[in-house]
């Protein structure tokens, strides 16, 4: 049986060692096997060519153990902002081209960034479905339509029953934000058709007109409001979260 000899890290020759010394050395990580070898009788070659030898318990590089034992994450699809049509990543909550949410809209595939109009289900460059955006969008409007997605969002139903119960009162202005309105509403009632009565009171009825028109306004505030609460009522979900964004709202909106 040959004995052997090997360079180490620093060049200089070890050995001799015979084939189970070797194994040794082989599963300490000292040779692997393209580890040039001499035998004691001048015989060249590599270690992975002596027979009999196993590489398979061998001591790998510790980084290159670390690298295997960490999973490798999968790589994240392209999809496409379906508001301005830029690229972003599957994951992404935020567009950052145009800073809006990637999904939802109408206007460009999520799969090939084509053009899209308002009408389309199916994208006719890609063939897939838009679908999700638009019912992202219903969705999105019937939650806000009962106040629970965005904050200040109004119930149509919460509006309508106001408006057709106190309407009169101007409650349902109050409810919607249209505060300036409500207001006008309490005033005719509780300030000017009081102040009118008694006024026709003093005057033994001589202002009996200021009176009527006054009532007639509190009636009128009355049928204003079971009419809006009927059309509040009857308005789809998206076209009343439309009308009436918690962001726009002022004084003597209508």
Not at 76 to 83: S, Y
Not at 126 to 146: D, E, L, P, W, Y
Request: contains cysteine.
């Amino acid at each position: 049986m040959p004995n052997y000899f090997y360079a180490d890290v620093d060049g200089q020759k070890q050995g001799p060692v015979d084939e189970q010394q070797l194994q040794e050395l082989i599963d300490q990580g000292i040779i692997n096997p393209n580890t040039r070898l001499v035998t004691d009788t001048g015989h060249k070659g590599l270690a992975g060519q002596i027979p009999g030898l196993s590489f398979h318990s061998a001591v790998s590089d510790p980084f290159e153990q670390t690298a295997q034992a960490l999973p490798v994450p999968p790589p994240q699809k392209q999809m496409f902002c379906t508001n301005c049509g830029s690229s972003v990543s599957e994951q992404a909550v935020a567009c950052m081209s145009c800073g809006a949410r990637p999904i939802g809209h109408r206007k460009f595939c999520r799969q090939c960034a084509a053009a899209l109009n308002p009408e389309q289900v199916v994208c006719v460059k890609c063939g897939a479905s838009i679908s999700t955006g638009g019912m992202f969008q219903t969705v999105t409007s019937k939650v806000r339509s009962v106040g629970g997605g965005t904050p200040g969002a109004k119930s149509k139903v919460t509006a309508g029953l106001l408006a057709i119960l106190l309407g009169g009162f101007g409650v349902h202005k109050f409810y919607m934000g249209s505060w300036g309105w409500g207001l006008l509403y309490l005033a005719n009632l509780f300030l000017f058709l009081p102040i009118a009565i008694f006024l026709a009171a003093i005057t033994v009825g001589l202002l009996s007109p200021l009176v009527m028109l006054s009532g007639l306004i509190a009636s009128a505030q009355g049928i204003v409001g079971l009419i809006e609460g009927i059309i509040y009522l009857t308005t789809s979900d998206e076209n009343f979260a439309a009308k009436y964004p918690p962001e726009t709202q002022s004084a003597f909106r209508w």
